[in-house]
């Protein structure tokens, strides 16, 4: 399997053309990090997003003084896309919890997506955007299970919360 076919197999580049992944795998980087070294920590400034090939990274987050893990992820995972879409600081560190490799996708390499391919990027956009509402999904449901219980006995009623 070629790296285009790699990585169109990968949530964030389905539907993406051969040209378009090509295109951005000659501006990505490959970053290869240690386990124990981060990508990014919590609060910096986001200017790149990753696409994970290998390896496992946690999300870490602090809370009240102490770390707080909110997902482990694996190969075919992207992560740091929402400082990418929002502008916002870091909400969280990605550290490696092995030796990793992965693609770093930078505004910039986005952007030339973007001037040279339009609807590609477009394409991309709503793959991050799918991610985003996947994870929101998964923390509504985490939250809920923690907050009322396995059985969600407020889903029973009128299908609000009380």
Not at 109 to 123: A, N, P, S, V
């Amino acid at each position: 399997m070629t790296h285009v076919e790699l990585l169109q197999n990968m949530p964030l580049f389905g539907g993406v053309s051969k040209e378009a992944i090509e295109f951005l795998l000659e501006h990505m980087t490959t970053m290869r990090l240690a386990a124990g070294e981060s990508f990014f920590a919590e609060e910096e400034s986001g200017t790149a997003m990753y696409v994970l090939e290998q390896g496992e990274v946690e999300l870490v987050r602090n809370w009240r003084d102490k770390p707080r893990r909110l997902a482990v992820l694996g190969a075919g995972d992207c992560f740091g896309e929402m400082a990418l879409m929002d502008f916002q600081r870091r909400s969280a560190t990605a550290r490696a919890l092995t030796d990793c490799e992965a693609l770093e996708i930078s505004v910039a390499d986005l952007h030339g997506l973007y001037k040279r391919d339009l609807e590609q990027f477009t394409i991309i956009q709503m793959n991050m955007g799918r991610e985003v509402s996947r994870r929101l999904r998964a923390a509504d449901e985490h939250w809920i299970r923690a907050e009322f219980g396995r059985d969600r006995p407020a889903d029973r009623d009128s299908g609000f919360l009380s």
